[in-house]
């Protein structure tokens, strides 16, 4: 069966890296994602990478995909106290429908 | 692009009652997804439409749950007989391929 999951928290600095990382379970996932959400609010789409890549960079985001080992993560450089929410991985799966499978997600707590 | 926007953010009702929700995807996606979370956990994938077909369900959206996207524009997701374990919010995306995007939420509180 499909699982994703994440290390549940995370601490650090203002101005340090973050590294947030996810394992799945489904080989045939065509792309995976990540995903913030705030308190009360929605899921924010960060950013997402296609299977057949290792790595895709978006300003300060940089997705590290290591297909063998079914592994994801991202990096966050110079985080900011407003970076602060939970991630989630997700990966797609069941072909046509494209549904989404989230991991439980990771708080991230940016310490000014 | 206006977002995909969802009505109301908030709903309490008791236990039993009937309730609605609306979500209004973004203009020309013809995918339309909606996840329930509860607290503490990541969303989980309830039904799929492709235009106004609803192609799949999943085993959380049981007899009492229907869901709707006539002319496939807006769709409804309609809780009968709402329990206390339905209190959870209710997340609707839209897409054209991939990715999808997110609504803001309707939390449902079951009292």
């Known amino acids: 069966g499909e699982d994703v999951e994440q290390s549940l928290f995370l601490s650090v600095r203002e101005g340090d890296s973050s590294v947030i990382n996810c394992t799945y379970t489904?080989?045939?996932?065509?792309?995976l994602y990540w995903y913030k959400q705030e308190p009360g609010a929605g899921l924010q789409l960060l950013t997402y990478i296609f299977s057949n890549m290792d790595m895709k960079q978006d300003q300060r985001l940089t997705v590290l995909l290591n297909k063998k080992d079914k592994h994801l993560s991202l990096r966050i450089a110079d985080t900011q106290t407003g970076d602060s929410a939970i991630y989630f991985c997700?990966?797609?799966?069941?072909?046509?429908?494209?549904?989404?499978?989230f991991g439980t997600g990771t708080l991230l707590a940016v310490q000014p | 692009d206006t977002g995909v926007s969802q009505d109301p953010r908030h709903k309490i009702t008791k236990r039993g009652q009937n309730v609605t929700f609306r979500c209004d995807p973004i203009s020309e996606h013809n995918r339309l997804y909606w996840y329930r979370q509860t607290l503490g956990q990541g969303p989980e994938f309830l039904t799929y439409f492709q235009n106004e077909a609803q192609l799949e369900k999943s085993r959380l959206l049981s007899d009492r749950f229907s869901a709707e996207r006539p002319k496939g524009s807006f769709s409804t997701l309609e809780i009968q007989r709402t329990e206390q374990g339905d209190s959870a919010m209710y997340l609707c995306?839209?897409?054209?391929?991939?990715?999808?995007?997110f609504g803001p939420g309707t939390r449902l509180t079951v009292t």
């Open positions: 997700a990966e797609s799966y069941g072909g046509a429908t494209n549904k989404l499978i």
């Open positions: 995306a839209s897409s054209r391929e991939t990715p999808q995007y």
């Open positions: 489904d080989s045939s996932s065509t792309y």
